[in-house]
Every structure is written in structure tokens, then in C-alpha cells.
């Protein structure tokens, strides 16, 4: 009896191994398909601010800033730590939130956007409700971890505002620094499946050995 259980563990193992590396091909087979379709799209022209679209989709928007309506969340970026500098854009297909780029903590306030029509070209971000890692936004003191596009709107009174903010490109030296926006995906999926039929192969190896001496 003990044999028996031991035998069907070891297969029950095996075929978990088996069944985790199948997984992670799949998942690598998904995230390959994530970054063809995102680099499609960072490839492809500029398009007016939809109602809603997916990330990183190019977006050239048209329109006036908000004055007086800046909104400062955390940051870390390559130029260290600091703030995104989030306005609100009124375009022709609504209010928009805009990150129009970073700025150091001796910077914040001291960037205002100018006054009359612009043009911000950049890519379209989801928004990120709730705050950052282990850090709540804290609206009432002023305190933003993360791009919350409804919290934001609400706490600085800019009624209606398209579901998604907006990351501005390049801008040279000037500030707030745009084109800072990182877009890489992690896929180390064939390495992880590899893993696990070789977990597998072993497991089923040492099983033979087992059954061979005996």
C-alpha cells in the first residue's frame, strides 16, 4: 500500500511539472502576442483621444490647459526621485489628464502650463486607482502615489474627464521632462517551463532508478 501511494504521488508530481511548464509556454505564447500588439501600436500614427482604447496607443490631442489645476504623484524615474506633474487638458473630445512629465521636488509648483492652444502628442495610460506599492493617495492631504484619473478629478473639482490620462513625449530639456514612460514586459516564461520539465524528467528519472534497484 505504501508503494502504491507513493507511486501515485510521484506520478501526481510529475504530471503537475509537466502541467505548470505547458502553462508557462502558454503564457509565453500570450505575452509574445502583448508585445507584438503593443509595438504595433507604438508604431502606428497618432490618433484623436478616444472615450476609451487600449495602452500605449499613440494620441495627439488638441486643446488649452486648465490653469491652477496641477497635480503632483511620486515618482522615481532615471532622473531620480521627484513628481509627475499631472494637468488637465480641455480637447474637443473632453477634459483629458495630462502627465506632461516629471519634475524634482525643487521643481514642484514652479511649472505652470502656458497659456493658449497646444498640441501634446504621447500614449495613452490606464489609470491607476488606489495608490502605489503599500502607500494609499491620500486626496484631502494632497498626497498621490499613484495616477488616479477618477480620485484626481474629483479631488481637484474637473467634473466630467475621460477614463485614461495621457503621457507626454519627448520634450528636450525643458519641464516638466517628458518621454520618460517605460514600456517593457518581463518574459522569462520559456526559462520558468524549462524549470518544470526538467523538474519533471528528473522526478521521472529518479522514480525508474527506485524501481529498477528494487
Do not use: C
Not at 54 to 76: I, K, P, S
Not at 148 to 161: C, E, N
Not at 170 to 183: F, H, I, M, S, Y
Amino acid at each position: 500500500m505504501k508503494r502504491a501511494a507513493a507511486r501515485i504521488g510521484v506520478l501526481s508530481l510529475i504530471v503537475l511539472f509537466v502541467g505548470l511548464g505547458i502553462w508557462q509556454l502558454e503564457r509565453r505564447a500570450w505575452k509574445l502576442d502583448l508585445i507584438a500588439r503593443v509595438e504595433a501600436r507604438l508604431k502606428a500614427p497618432p490618433v484623436p483621444p478616444p472615450s476609451r482604447g487600449e495602452e500605449y496607443t499613440r494620441v495627439a490631442a488638441t486643446g488649452r490647459w486648465v490653469q491652477g489645476r496641477d497635480t503632483y504623484t511620486q515618482a522615481v524615474t532615471e532622473l531620480g526621485g521627484g513628481f509627475w506633474v499631472m494637468t488637465p487638458l480641455d480637447t474637443p473630445q473632453g477634459r483629458l489628464l495630462v502627465n506632461r512629465g516629471f519634475v524634482t521636488a525643487a521643481r514642484r509648483g514652479r511649472t505652470p502650463p502656458p497659456a493658449g492652444p497646444v498640441r501634446v502628442e504621447g500614449l495613452l495610460r490606464l489609470t491607476e486607482p488606489g495608490g502605489g506599492f503599500l502607500r494609499a493617495n491620500d486626496p484631502a492631504a494632497d498626497r498621490w502615489y499613484s495616477r488616479d484619473v477618477a480620485a484626481i478629478a474629483a479631488a481637484r473639482r474637473l467634473g466630467p474627464v475621460l477614463p485614461w490620462f495621457l503621457d507626454a513625449g519627448a520634450n528636450g530639456d525643458g519641464w516638466p521632462r517628458g518621454g520618460l514612460t517605460v514600456v517593457t514586459f518581463r518574459n522569462a516564461h520559456l526559462q520558468y517551463a524549462l524549470t518544470w520539465f526538467a523538474m519533471a524528467g528528473l522526478l521521472a528519472f529518479l522514480a525508474w532508478r527506485v524501481t529498477i534497484r528494487r
